[in-house]
């Protein structure tokens, strides 16, 4: 609570007190004597004079000032009017009650928004004020983040945050990077392993290699994308600011027409009688409740999806996620981990000449020399082969003679004199090893020995193990379609899709077929819903910028495609989506149910007060009690630590 909390609160506290002693006495004031009243009215009358002091001054400075800046019809303004009217017609206890509530709501608010905040604050604690930069005799200073560059070494010690992006040069030590993603597990981080700016080192001392400035790091872009989200309004908080600008002078309008018109056409012409009714219907249709609990609405989802590891860079992108109705995917990097490994070893079974460890052998040994992903991945599955069985890791070169490399189609080596062959299906029909390729799956490598057919390794992209279940979540939000756009080939493509459950698959597709793509799906889609797209390269970009709604996949991604994107994911997960749907949904429904309410219990009760049926204690709930209700109801999403059911 801060200060002005404290003196708000203290101030509610001191009217109370005042408000309750004032309708004590006004209850013992009505012991007559000789006729007259007793003395202790003008104290109630005092006493009310001072509960009202308290809690309506603030509120009557506020209206002066905005009336003096031109911005006259605000709930200030409203207030102030119908509780000095109310003093005007002794009802001294309705215009205290009237300001008092409306000040206790005003707190409620204040402790709302607070909340909300301070969500956003603990992000604010993930960019550390200081880095630890290691100078190049080993001695460690301590400097401002903005004074490291890139390539100087820095040094994280046990408790600290990492204040830059970059790369572990020494050292081992557990990550939390709960700040980041939203999820508690612990990341190991040694030599050789990028982390991320926010992650908090838990054990051990590692050096890092900056690789980014402390404005482009990790830490940084998020703060500065939650920062920003505020500027960017949904279409109902749109809404409701038009609408309060054109409400309320008609509310005054209409307010003013009962008081001084309505009494015309009174057989009686009980003025005083029509203004009472005036001013309970100016504090009915105040509109508090609409112009607090919307915006608190968007800015509790957007609050709440941030500590869940999905950035929101506006409300407007998450009233756009809830109206999803495509999914469209890139493939590497967000559907799968875009790391090349051997998945299965398959040794011919009719000559037999290689088992699994001789076929993966002769393909490591005939690789040595190549740095193409697949013969790293290749060397990489043998190396750990061996150390698992505890053999020498090493390679002897001098197996190896005679290499040749088939441009476009594999190697020809000698390995122990023996003629190997390893590459694609065209490196065995150029030789005759085989006239019809075997049914194998997508990035397969086969390898012959001295003419004769040994066997297959088959190397994948690794798909997520989150993705397949990412799509059956989107599934059962009702995303009537997903497709997979991605520049591999056509059956790499097809199989990973098949696995993870994918709709529409289009692959070898360019940037700009992607794009192409994109634009034959948005003439699809109907025109109140929209379509997303999920990427995380450069090629990206122009996709992400172009969809209704471009998510970016944060740890892995680039910087263009982060840049260009509406919503980032920061645990690279596909699933998040489906969570930052399903939040967005909850978001769009509170405010809805918000309006709803505000509006249907204040025409109601505008209609009453016109009649005479309600009167300032109706007026009261109308009002306050209703934005009470509604910021209540709008805090729900600030509570939200983890969201995986509707």
């Known amino acids: 609570m801060n200060e002005n909390q404290k003196k708000m609160l203290g101030n509610i506290i001191i009217s109370a007190v005042l408000f309750i002693a004032a309708l004590i006495m ?41 009336i003096r800046k031109g911005r006259v019809f605000d709930e200030n303004f409203l207030m102030g009017v119908a509780t000095i009217g109310a003093f005007g017609l002794r009802e001294f206890a309705e215009g205290v009650a009237v300001m008092l509530f409306y000040t206790v709501g005003e707190f409620f608010q204040s402790m709302a928004v607070n909340k909300s905040r301070k969500a956003i604050n603990e992000l604010m604690d993930i960019r550390p004020d200081s880095a630890n930069l290691k100078s190049d005799d080993g001695s460690v200073r301590t400097v401002d983040p903005y004074d490291v560059n890139i ?62 400035e402390f404005s482009d790091s990790t830490a940084s872009r998020i703060l500065d994308m939650v920062e920003n989200a505020a500027s960017k309004k949904s279409a109902s908080e749109n809404f409701i600011t038009k609408f309060a600008v054109v409400y309320t002078p008609l509310v005054v309008g209409a307010a003013l027409i009962i ?66 109705e495509i999914a469209v995917f890139d493939k590497t990097g967000t559907l799968t981990e875009g790391v090349f490994e051997v998945t299965k070893i398959i040794p011919d079974g009719k000559t037999g000449i290689l088992d699994e460890k001789g076929l993966l052998e002769t393909a490591a040994y005939a690789e040595y020399y190549s740095s193409h992903p697949i013969a790293l991945s290749i060397k990489k599955a043998y190396i750990r082969y061996r150390h698992e069985n505890g053999l020498d890791e090493s390679i002897d070169e001098t197996r190896l003679s005679d290499i040749k490399e088939i441009s476009g189609r594999g190697l020809n080596v000698k390995l122990d004199k023996k003629n190997v062959l390893v590459g694609n299906a065209g490196l065995m029909k150029k030789y ?23 066997g297959c390794i088959v190397i994948s992209d690794r798909i997520k193990k989150d993705s397949p279940y990412a799509v059956s979540e989107l599934k059962k939000l009702g995303i009537k379609h997903t497709v997979m756009l991605t520049g ?28 192409d793509r994109l634009e034959e799906l948005l003439e699809k889609k109907q025109k109140d819903k929209n379509l997303v797209f999920v990427g995380d390269g450069i090629n990206d970009a122009p996709v992400l910028a172009r969809a209704d709604i471009g998510i970016a996949m944060g740890g892995l991604g680039s910087d263009a495609a982060i840049e260009a994107a509406d919503i980032v994911i920061m645990t690279d997960e596909p699933s998040k989506l489906a969570v930052g749907i399903r939040l967005a949904r909850r978001t769009i429904k509170i405010a809805n149910q918000n309006i709803v309410m505000a509006l249907g219990i204040k025409i109601l009760v505008l209609i009453l007060a016109v009649f005479g049926i309600a009167n300032m204690w109706w007026a009261v709930f109308a009002d306050v009690g209703v934005t009470v209700l509604a910021i209540f109801n709008s805090m729900r999403n600030l509570n939200i630590k983890s969201y995986c059911q509707d």
């Open 26 to 66: 006004k209850k013992m004031s009505y012991i007559y004597k000789d006729g007259e009243l007793h003395i202790l009215t003008g104290f109630y009358m005092a006493l009310f004079a001072a509960s009202y002091i308290v809690v309506g001054f603030p509120v009557l400075k506020k209206a002066f000032y905005n």
């Open 151 to 212: 390539g100087d070494i820095i040094v994280v010690k046990p408790g600290e945050r990492i204040p830059l992006d970059g790369q572990v040069i020494k050292g081992e030590s557990m990550l939390d990077t709960s700040a980041l993603t939203g999820e508690p597990v612990l990341r190991r981080a040694s030599s050789g392993d990028n982390v991320l700016s926010g992650s908090i080192n838990t054990d051990g001392v590692i050096d890092i290699e900056v690789t980014k």
């Open 259 to 324: 008081a001084i018109l309505f009494p015309l056409f009174d057989p009686g012409h009980n003025f005083l009688l029509w203004l009472s009714r005036a001013l309970t219907f100016l504090v009915v249709s105040c509109p508090c409740a609409l112009v607090i609990s919307i915006p608190l609405s968007f800015f509790g989802g957007v609050g709440a999806s941030s500590r869940l590891g999905v950035l929101v860079k506006g409300s407007n992108y998450l009233e756009a996620l809830a109206k999803t």
């Open 432 to 454: 005759s090893i085989f006239e019809k390729e075997p049914d194998t799956q997508p990035g397969t490598v086969y390898v012959a020995v001295d003419g004769q057919y040994g």
């Open 488 to 515: 591999d080939g056509i059956n790499t493509a097809k199989s990973v899709g098949e696995e993870i459950g994918i709709d529409e698959v289009h692959a070898g597709l360019l940037p700009g077929d992607k794009l």
